[in-house]
């Protein structure tokens, strides 16, 4: 969450700083500033938008200098002002800072500083580190050291503090350098020719580098024009290792799509290719990947899998749950990383763990994965964003290769996911009980699945028809069975993240249970009616809400002639395996959420509230 830039070099800072916020606003868009450090040191700030605040700012008093830091925040402490806008400067007013991340003890830091007299400005932690650094730099003032002074100041105020963070730090007695630090808050260096950039995200750095470092846990990096330096705030020896960025960037534009939700949408069929490529072995009749780390043996011997996960991730996770248990006969845990990293659950020692992640960076999942290793279980990593923390950290990994995924909403990483889980449990059942006729007709029907989603896309305007009908709906149901109760959920969290509709997923036969009485006449239930082993209870499920008159689109699939009679609305997708369908169907959900928020005149890639990457617990 919240985004950093910085630059030293050669060029105007503000231009670079602007286009690298622009390009990481998608991680938090409630305002955004920037300081750059010239003749003397500027700051503009401005909640809101990029292009509705501060660009407006910089273009009406251009700040000069050819160093200087940005930001674009998601507000943790305070609401998102002017005043709470990142960069903070210390006391002094020479030193600023931006910050991803939260300081846990900030309010014990900051009754410290008041009463030593400092005065704060903002309600944010950010301001209080700043302060931290400036009270550190004024007490070593004159005192030699091997560090850089700002830099020791930076790496005193941070060995006081208890959380989470990424910065960057200019201080006007020092043109032309940057300091930064992390800890559990990613961070990237940018390596140029005269210059050097550094970013919380590589989206930021590719229109100027490809030559990046990653920066650890506790890493602390000094930046000037010609040079980088890494030192390691507890005073270990830093491991150094330059990176080739790859990154398609007119991946990262929208095109003609007025969206890039959509655009990802409509990507669908490409990203399950990209996901399935060289990694199906027809003569095995098994899936093969290159980073997992594990032999065959080692893979043999697992007899459980816990997955860790958030949001849409969670979904593949629970939908992987199901794949798993179906083609591989292993029990399987699927844990939210917020709850598993403090519970004390027994797990044992034969148990592999899957952190799913499309961003890398996600604090609860990261977390999750360190106390798994911490107890000694072997953890890979199904992760989109290549050199990303969690799939740096864990033990191998399977890479999405989804391309970047712009929209705050998650949709092609999350079959992406799906198809990747798929493979994992096929390779996994074919060293167990899988036969291989059946591990052969579902990696056929796997590969037909691309054609397929195309087929579904097709369905964009009967999609977009009713959304029109429903899109003033206050409340939504989402139902599905066995594989598609995780794309039922889904559905239900696309809707409410982006158009703000109170929505809800359920197993289609719980609704009796309890949640059935919110239905009636306003409440439309999606309903996935899958021609499958379970049709007729669905259908009898769905019954069960026409005869409560609640509003029914009911997708299913094609051939089917009952559900025109029962449903308000009708979908019919293709047929495919029973375990491979939630691939299809979660398309026109995605769509209808779409097409719903258009409609109420949501902002659809940046929703109010949400970030693209989750990095505060
Ligand atoms: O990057 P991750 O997959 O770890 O992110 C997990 C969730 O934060 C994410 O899926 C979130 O729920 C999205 N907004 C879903 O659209």
Known sequence: MCGIIGYVGFKEAAPVLLDGLRRLEYRGYDSAGLAVLGEQL??????????????????????????????????????????????????????VVVHNGVIENYALLKNRLQLAGHKFLSETDTEVLAHLIGWHYQARRGSSGDLHPLAQAVADALREVIGTYGIAVLCA???????????????????GQGEHFLASDSAALVAHTRDVIYLQDHDLVLLTPQRHEVHRLQG?????????????????????????????????????RNALRGRLDPEEATARFGGLNLSPGELREFDQVVMLACGTSWHAALLGEYLMEELAHLPVEVEYASEFRYRNAPINKHTLVLAITQSGETADTLAGLREARRRGHKVLSICNV???????????????????????????????????????AVL????????????????????????????????????????????QAEDFFFLGRQFNFPVALEGALKLKEISYIHAEGYPAAEMKHGPIAMIDERTPTVILAPHDSLYEKTVA????????????????????????????????????????????????????????????????????NLAKSVTVE
């Not at 990303?388 to 996911?417: C, M, W």
């Open 42 to 95: 500027e700051i503009r700030k401005k909640a809101g938008k990029i292009d509705e605040g501060l660009a407006r700012l910089v273009q009406t008093a251009p700040p000069q200098g050819s160093n200087g830091i940005g930001h674009t925040r998601w507000a943790t402490h305070g609401p998102p002002t002017d005043a709470n806008s990142h960069p903070h400067t210390d006391a002094s007013g020479r030193i």
């Open 541 to 608: 499920n769905l019954e069960e809400i026409k005869a409560r008159r609640g509003p029914i689109i009911a997708i299913g699939t094609e051939g089917d002639t009952t559900l025109a009679q029962k449903a308000d609305e009708v979908l019919l997708l293709p047929r495919a395996p029973e375990c491979l369908w939630p691939l299809l169907a979660v398309l026109p959900l995605q769509l209808l959420a779409y097409d719903i928020a258009v409609a109420r005149g949501c902002d659809v890639d940046k929703p109010r």
């Open 173 to 191: 007695d020092h043109p032309g350098l940057i300091v930064g630090a992390r800890r559990g808050s990613p961070l990237i260096v940018g390596l």
């Open 386 to 424: 290549v050199g990303s923390t969690i799939a740096r950290e864990a033990d191998g990994g399977i890479y999405l290769h989804a391309g970047p995924e712009i929209g705050v909403a998650a949709t092609k990483t999350f079959t992406a996911q799906v198809t990747v889980l798929t493979l994992l």
């Open 428 to 471: 996994l059942g074919r060293m167990r009980m899988l036969g291989a006729a059946h591990a052969r007709r579902l990696l056929a029907a796997l590969e037909a699945i691309p054609a397929q989603m195309q087929t579904v896309l097709q369905l964009r305007e009967q999609v977009r028809r009713i959304a029109h009908r429903f899109a």
């Open 236 to 272: 270990e020896a830093s491991r150094v290792e330059i990176s080739r960025l790859e990154f398609d960037t007119a991946a990262a534009e929208r095109g003609a799509f007025p969206h890039f939700m959509l655009k990802e949408i409509f990507e669908q069929p490409q990203t399950v």
